[in-house]
């Protein structure tokens, strides 16, 4: 079945390293963001892409980085300048094309889920 | 004023009760707006999109208001299985970036 896949499901990132979340999908979906959720708001944009070795900042792109070098993969990258990444990490993608693609939604990965120890 | 703004709940009702959520935004170049469903500690599942003209989708019933700015979801014979945290969804600039509201708590007890 087609879908999209993050990995891992918890991680534990200790002061001062750089962490990267996997998010692949094969759903041959063109677009794939980002979010960060945190508790009693809702999901902020941190990157997406529209195409392979294109992408572009959301709200808050401070601390972290993305790579789209495959149309299938998006791994974002947790590095030691955000100073609160305790969150919930979820990808997400969707179609592109002509006429309305936004009606058709997001397709989310179950996300990860990550702490500073 | 926050892009979308939901009423946080959380909301009790009886099973077979009809609960309603409403949800503002505030850009009026709004283009899309969806309903997503999001169980405790998981992803947010689309539930269904709303269009101008309202829709229906089962025990569920979206409506938007252009002039006033907001949607709403209502929800008839509720079941255990609704009880959620339902995502008020706004596509404000018409190019896949979507604005999410930080979502209204429902609990359906027996």
């Known amino acids: 079945d087609g879908g999209i896949t993050q990995s891992p499901k918890y991680l534990f990132r200790k002061e001062g390293q750089n962490v990267t979340l996997s998010c692949e999908q094969n759903?041959?979906?063109?677009?794939m963001y980002w979010y960060r959720q945190d508790p009693g708001q809702g999901l902020r944009l941190i990157y997406y892409s529209q195409i392979v070795n294109d992408f572009q900042k959301g709200d808050i792109a401070e601390g972290y980085s993305v790579s789209r070098e495959k149309k299938e993969s998006f791994p974002l990258t947790v590095t030691s300048a955000q100073k609160n990444p305790t969150a919930f990490y979820l990808c997400a993608s969707s179609i592109l094309g002509q006429g309305p693609p936004w009606r058709y939604g997001y397709t989310f990965g179950s996300g990860t889920r990550l702490t500073v120890v | 004023r926050k892009e979308v703004e939901q009423d946080p709940g959380p909301f009790n009702v009886p099973e077979g009760a009809t609960v309603a959520f409403n949800c503002t935004y505030s850009?009026?170049?709004?283009?899309?707006f969806f309903w997503y469903r999001q169980d405790c500690r998981k992803e947010p599942k689309l539930l269904m999109s709303?269009?101008?003209s309202g829709n229906e989708d089962g025990r569920f019933t979206a409506q938007l208001n252009r002039a006033s700015q907001y949607i709403s979801l209502l929800i008839r014979d509720s079941k255990l299985s609704d009880s959620a945290t339902y995502l008020c969804?706004?596509?404000?600039?018409?190019?896949?970036?979507?604005?999410f509201g930080a979502g209204t708590r429902l609990t359906v007890k027996p």
């Open positions: 850009n009026s170049a709004s283009q899309s």
């Open positions: 759903l041959n979906h063109d677009a």
């Open positions: 969804v706004v596509n404000i600039h018409n190019n896949n970036d979507m604005r």
């Open positions: 709303v269009y101008s």
